[in-house]
């Protein structure tokens, strides 16, 4: 069982996309291979915009888009300049996916143990997982739905953070939002 109480947590605004990138960026400190991110959202809160600047910052190959209609993509690791391999990325889109079970499944080229896997989830899915995860939800506030000048892309988000398990047990991701 897992004690939610004890569970550590931050929250950060996040007022433009380049904030998400920044946010992904910092994540990249603290993530290693093996880790799993699990990115809540509506559509358009900005997931795959933080993950964008998560796969920067690790320095992974390729350009990091939305999932959607391949299920996973797979971003293996740039050599760094000290000649150190970091973990790859391996970004889902959990819309495509029945349960994080099916990863298994998928037959990637890369190993999950080597990667940090990032799941683009649908709201209330996650809860039902048991595994250490860093959650991470995104929220956008809307004006009232009949406003005809609300931009669909425009507004701050609010992130919320949340490690899940012992692996996230000593981690201080108030001061990680903070840099
Ligand atoms: N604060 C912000 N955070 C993130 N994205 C923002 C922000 N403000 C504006 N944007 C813009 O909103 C859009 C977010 O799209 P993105 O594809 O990242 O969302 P998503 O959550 O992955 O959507 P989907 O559910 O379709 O996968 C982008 O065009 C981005 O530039
Ligand atoms: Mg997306």
């Known amino acids: 069982m897992t004690d939610t109480t004890s569970t550590p947590q931050a929250r950060v605004d996040l007022p433009d ?35 964008q600047g998560l796969g920067a910052a690790l320095g992974v190959r390729g350009h990091v888009a939305s999932p959607t209609f391949i299920v996973a993509r797979e971003h293996p690791p740039l050599p760094r300049a000290d000649g150190t391999v970091g973990p790859g990325l391996v970004h889902v889109d959990a819309y495509r996916l029945g349960g994080l079970d099916e990863l298994d499944a998928l037959d990637l080229d890369t190993s999950l143990d080597e990667s940090v896997t990032v799941v683009e989830w649908g709201r209330g899915l996650a809860e039902a997982l048991t595994e250490d995860r ?42 990680l939002v903070a840099r």
Do not use: F, S
Request: without cysteine; hydrophobic residues 45%; glycine residues 12%.
């Open 17 to 51: 996309a380049d904030a998400a990138r920044a946010l992904g960026a910092a994540l990249a400190a603290v993530l290693r291979a093996g880790d799993l991110v699990i990115l809540t959202g509506d559509l358009g809160a900005g997931k795959t915009t933080l993950t």
């Open 134 to 175: 860093l959650e991470l939800d995104l929220e956008r506030p809307r004006g009232g739905v009949d406003d005809p000048d609300a931009d669909p892309e425009a507004g701050t988000r609010h992130a919320t953070l949340r490690g899940v398990g012992p692996r996230w047990a000593d981690v201080d991701l108030a001061a």
